[in-house]
């Protein structure tokens, strides 16, 4: 659905956004995410590598806010430094996605016919490997790194953003500003780019933000499997993954990080949701 | 439902298999260290990897080692696993069906579960009841599998000793027991499901009631609920059967955790293993039988979702 | 009140069971007996991963050597401890300079499919492990063979390439079982589907990725043995639900436990958690043909800042025993009790400044990720080195692209190794300089010397003053960092006996084990 440039208007956007409760909380948690991938190193009080044989193990207490782990390091330190790898990745891995499969989406819907179908085709192909195979073959491939598994990420998002694009496109194309644009004469790429994708952006963004959810607990899932970020990194997903074995002695050691995946995943999950009520404030959906 | 749509349905599958395969043996080739490698370990000798290279087939060049496996896939056969020697289609087809006992289960439940919640959080809209089933929908689908299922297993099992922790007794062999092995796992494999489709028909089913369909039902004089059931319902469940359809293949692959931890021999945890091994047969063959379930269970949904809205055609 | 007791008796049983693997008494397999073992019973057996390979020759991994040793045997087999005892055959002889070997096989040996098995199926089997075309793990394993021959039907010959005392227990190895020539001269992959052996148990169903099964052998050699009427080997990847099922009572024994989990799997009810000081350990291998690694004094700083008992701790979680950079412990015959070295971290630098270091060295340290403990040991190395100056970068990698690219070839990197059954297997296997897993290239002409003198002469008291020679010069010379060694750690129901928890890890000897009356009755 087509939205004018007066009412895509930002400033309405973010107000609507928080005036919903889903909207509040969620972008309140994108803050923190923000704060602790640019200043989570900065703000760690113990150095996350440290390890001390005395402090193994420790309880919550007012000296380790999270506890320690079983080579005595600080957990909360921990946290904040892996911050920036779950959170950040998480969202390259969805952005590049986003990008890739826009694009795709967008030109094939654009193009129609033959082309669009037999891309649309090869992608629902790609789509009926499972997600977390298709990340586990490309990572044992390519190597296991956090990189790799955001790769990993990327290519199998790829499709189903592709084919939201497609059928957002489908509708833009049928449009008045784009039959005027060809009428015009306009190129191809002319069209797509500055005609249709803005008005694209919207729903994807929304879906996107979404995605980013379930990134962070699919490069969690990968990191527990052994095939995400390796060891000593302090990713989060793979701190629940070391964590588990020492569940009856510290507990605490799973669950922080398991909260912390939690919280932020709510938090995207949260802000698409209140992303997509402040875009379309008819309550109508394209 | 034409002869002509089915044929064509046919030969996308068709096509779609054949994609899957092709764009899965081109990444087996790119995997570091085969199969030869992490058979002999570290009783590795140039000899014995050249001489079980030469038995496995792995120093045939690529597209003969392809054309070999279609070849066999073209007749049924799925060759054998490199680790053990046993047939790949044998163990993989006993692997499928545990875990689609255990899809099949999930489903159900997370049905059973998610649409009246979803009706009644739709429904008693902005009241408290649906604040709860909000605020309860998103932890769920929060929470990792792995997260989900350590901790239920020791709440149920470890703690209260109410139910096994481990996942699998054939239902043939002692159904009971069978049933109660399966509660844990499929508790924790429905629970994201249940919160993602729950919102879903929510959403649904609010822009539903909303529509001039339903008020031109209720002005008839029809009862809230017979227009609840009968009209609201089946327009409403159409998007739920698209989701679930594309949920069939998180399912099946992406429970790898969920087999893990409940030690059941399902698909998911067979294909892990595979790749690790690097055993070609087995992990080609496991991809080609999840695509190929995928493509069964989304026609299906596509039936489905025909039958349930007469208004749409296929040519 | 009962707790309590429970509990402490509990302690004492572990307890026990440390003191006798760490004082290595001499032990019977006939105080065993006296306790009356009852017939019958199924016992449930869990293990950490697949039993993929059937095929006993090729046996690589614990619950592989499990299976092979329930349904075949060798001609010896390893006591609690580490000597040779009589399996197949039930005596030997040797010639004064140790190279030339008789083994004089028991009467009355049948396979599973009732044809007898004589000199020749041992001959067979032999040769099979040490054709390099098997690719069997025990082709660098059973000792320096030169031929195998069948003198009649009940006795067989070996020669070995050079005098080697320790022959009887190196044919203890896992891999040296002995199966029918026939299959051997016929068609070898039968043996990847079949299993046509001597051993206490036949084989009834085998899925290598979910349960193997295994029913007695009534023909068995010794009438007395198994005590058990049927095995069931299930597959538990998941070490969580593994001790819940032990817990719960699905399973009877847990071939091996994690340290993490050992103390709550102790102390819980109707549980008894087995402890046995073992020769297990890790290693960081250098590179010692290459730089930095070539200088010995690099290797001495990076050996002088290590706290070896702290490493107990943090990477066995307190069930070892600290290391001193030889591959042996008191857990070995032959060990030697040098002083164990302490950190000393400006001794360390000095030594890294002589080297040429003195502003510090960077290198990456490799370590697969099985299991888990590699890169513990890399994590703590790190930490511990770091104020010496060595600024080390820990990389994980999974265990099939290590074995590929790392393995042998890299110059630092962490190791794993199981217990050897004597001095000489682990020096052979790993230190000297035509070791086949020479992973240091150390290559000390001093060391091969006192090794191959030791392995060519039976006199104990010889033996140990060679030994004691080797291990001081690899703990001068520290080609590997060998800072802890781990207990190898089991639980099982109480109403399991008559099992011993064997250091060597990969001996189990279940044909001795029975279940006693409270025991629950499965179908």
Not at chain 2, 13 to 28: C, E, G, N, Q, R
Not at chain 3, 85 to 101: G, I, K, R, V, Y
Not at chain 3, 104 to 110: A, D, F, M, V
């Amino acid at each position: 659905m087509p939205i004018s440039t007066g009412e895509f208007n930002m400033r309405n956007v973010f107000y609507r956004l928080l005036a919903t409760p889903q909207g509040l909380l969620g972008s309140l948690i994108l803050l923190l995410a923000v704060v602790l991938v640019c200043a989570g190193p900065a703000l760690a009080p113990f150095d996350p590598e440290a390890i001390s044989i005395l402090a193994r193990y420790k309880a919550p207490s007012l000296v380790h806010w999270f506890g320690t782990d079983q080579l005595g390091r600080d957990i909360f330190s921990r946290l904040l430094i892996g911050a920036r790898a779950t959170i950040s990745l998480s969202v390259l891995a969805t952005a590049m996605a986003m990008l890739v499969g826009a694009l795709l989406g967008t030109v094939s819907g654009y193009l129609g016919g033959r082309i669009d179908e037999a891309l649309m085709r090869t992608l629902d192909a790609v789509m009926s490997i499972p997600t977390l195979l298709f990340a586990l073959l490309i990572v044992s491939t390519l190597g296991r790194s956090d990189f790799n598994a955001v790769l990993a990420i990327t290519i199998a998002f790829v499709p189903s953003m592709a084919r939201i694009a497609r059928s957002v496109a489908l509708a833009a194309r049928r449009q008045d500003y784009v039959n005027a644009a060809i009428a015009r004469g306009e190129s191809t790429v002319y069209i797509v780019v500055r005609e249709m994708l803005p008005n694209i952006v919207a729903p994807i963004i929304v879906e996107a933000t979404i995605r980013v959810a379930f990134a962070i607990m699919l490069f969690a899932t990968l990191s527990f499997l052994g095939l995400g970020a390796q060891p000593p990194q302090p990713e989060w997903g793979l701190m629940v993954a070391e964590a588990r074995r020492y569940f009856f002695q510290a507990p605490w050691m799973m669950l922080m990080p398991g909260l912390a995946i939690a919280t932020v995943a709510i938090g995207f999950n949260l802000l698409g949701d209140g992303l997509r009520d402040a875009l379309n404030p008819k309550g109508q959906r394209s | 439902m034409t002869a002509a749509y089915l044929t064509k349905r046919l030969l996308l599958v068709v096509y779609t298999l054949l994609i899957v395969s092709l764009l899965v043996f081109a990444i087996t080739q790119l995997l570091p260290a085969d199969a030869a490698v992490t058979l002999l370990g570290q009783s590795a000798t140039p000899e014995a990897l050249a001489a079980l290279r030469a038995r496995l087939g792995l120093d045939q060049p690529a597209w003969v080692q392809f054309s070999h496996w279609l070849m066999a896939v073209l007749h049924g056969d799925l060759g054998v696993s490199m680790r053990n020697g046993q047939p790949v289609l044998g163990s993989l087809l006993d692997a499928l069906g545990r875990s689609l006992l255990l899809a099949g289960c999930s489903l159900l439940l997370m049905l059973l579960i998610a649409i009246p919640l979803g009706i009644v959080a739709a429904v008693r809209r902005g009241r408290p009841v649906d604040l709860i089933i909000g605020v309860l929908s998103y932890i769920g689908v929060s929470l990792p599998e792995f997260v989900t299922a350590t901790l239920l297993v020791l709440l149920f099992a470890d703690f209260w000793q109410l139910l096994p922790a481990t996942g699998y007794v054939p239902l043939g062999d002692n159904f009971g027991e069978g049933i109660r092995h399966l509660i844990l796992p499929t508790l924790t494999v429905s629970m994201i499901m249940v919160a993602h489709v729950s919102r879903m028909v929510r959403s649904e089913m609010i822009d539903v009631l909303e529509t001039d369909y339903i008020r031109a039902a209720r002005l008839k004089g029809l009862s809230r609920r017979r227009v609840l059931l009968r009209h609201a319902l089946r327009n409403g469940l159409l998007p739920t059967i698209t989701i679930v359809a594309l949920d069939v293949g998180y399912l099946l692959g992406g429970i790898v955790v969920v087999e893990e931890i409940f030690n059941i021999p399902g698909i998911g945890r067979e294909l892990l293993v595979a790749v690790a091994a690097r055993d070609l047969p087995a992990i080609q063959g496991g991809v080609l039988i999840l695509a190929a379930t995928y493509c069964l269970v989304n026609f299906v949904a596509d039936l489905a979702y025909a039958y349930l809205d007469r208004r749409i055609q296929y040519a | 009140m009962n707790t309590v007791f429970r509990l402490n008796r509990r302690r004492f049983l572990t307890t026990s069971a440390i003191v006798t693997g760490a004082a290595m008494l001499p032990f019977s397999s006939t105080l065993w007996a006296a306790a009356a073992a009852q017939k019958g019973g199924t016992l449930r057996i869990s293990v950490d991963q697949a039993v993929g390979m059937l095929n006993p020759l090729l046996a690589r991994v614990n619950p592989e050597y499990l299976l092979s040793e329930l349904l075949y045997n060798g001609l010896t087999r390893l006591s609690q401890d580490m000597q040779a005892e009589p399996d197949l055959a039930q005596s030997w002889s040797h010639n004064s300079d140790l190279t030339e070997w008789t083994f004089t096989l028991r009467g009355n040996l049948k396979f599973h499919d009732g044809s007898a098995c004589t000199a020749k199926d041992v001959a067979a089997s032999l040769q099979a492990v040490l054709d390099p075309k098997t690719a069997s793990p025990g082709l660098r394993n059973i000792g320096p063979i030169k031929s195998v021959e069948a003198l009649d039907d009940l006795h067989v010959k070996l020669t070995t390439t050079a005098p080697y005392a320790d022959l009887p227990v190196s044919l203890a190895y896992p891999d040296a079982k002995i199966v029918p020539a026939a299959i051997l001269q016929g068609d070898m992959t039968r043996l990847s589907r079949e299993a046509i052996g001597t051993g206490p148990f036949k084989l009834v169903s085998f899925e290598p990725e979910r349960m193997v099964v295994v029913t007695r052998n009534e023909h068995f050699y010794d009438p007395q043995r198994p005590h058990l009427d049927r095995v069931e080997i299930r597959v538990y990847p998941d070490p969580a639900s593994e001790g819940s099922a032990l817990m719960s009572g699905d399973i009877d024994l847990m071939l091996s436990a994690q340290a993490t989990e050992f103390t709550r799997l102790s102390e819980a009810n109707g549980v008894k958690g087995l402890r046995v000081a073992s020769g297990q350990f890790l290693n960081i291998n250098m590179g010692c043909d290459q730089p930095p690694f070539n200088d010995v004094r690099v290797r001495q700083a990076l050996s002088l800042c290590v706290d070896r008992s702290a490493m107990v701790d943090f990477v066995a979680e307190g069930f070892g025993t600290p290391g001193n950079d030889t591959p042996l412990n008191a857990a070995y015959r032959y060990y030697s009790d040098i002083a164990l070295r302490q950190a000393n971290l400006t001794k360390a630098k000095q030594l890294l400044a002589d080297a040429g270091y003195p502003n510090g060295l960077d290198i990456t340290l490799v370590a697969s990720d099985k299991p888990s403990t590699r890169t513990q040991l890399g994590i703590a190395v790190r930490e511990m080195a770091k104020p010496a100056g060595f600024n080390i970068t820990v990389a994980t990698m999974a265990n099939s692209t290590y074995l590929d690219q790392v393995w042998k070839k890299g110059n630092f990197y962490v190791g794993f190794y199981n217990m050897q059954p004597s001095a000489d297997a682990v020096f052979s296997l790993l230190y000297t300089s035509d070791a086949a897993w020479n992973e240091t290239r150390w290559n000390n002409a001093e060391f091969d010397a006192a090794v191959a003198a030791a392995r060519g002469t039976d006199d104990p008291v010889k033996r140990s003053a060679l030994y004691a020679t080797a291990q001081q010069l690899m703990h001068e010379q520290v080609p590997s960092l060998i800072p802890t060694f781990f207990d190898v750690l089991a639980a099982q129901r109480t109403y399991v006996q008559g099992y011993q928890l064997h250091p060597r890890g990969a001996v189990f000897r279940l044909d001795q084990t029975w279940l006693d009356d409270s025991a629950p009755k499965r179908g």
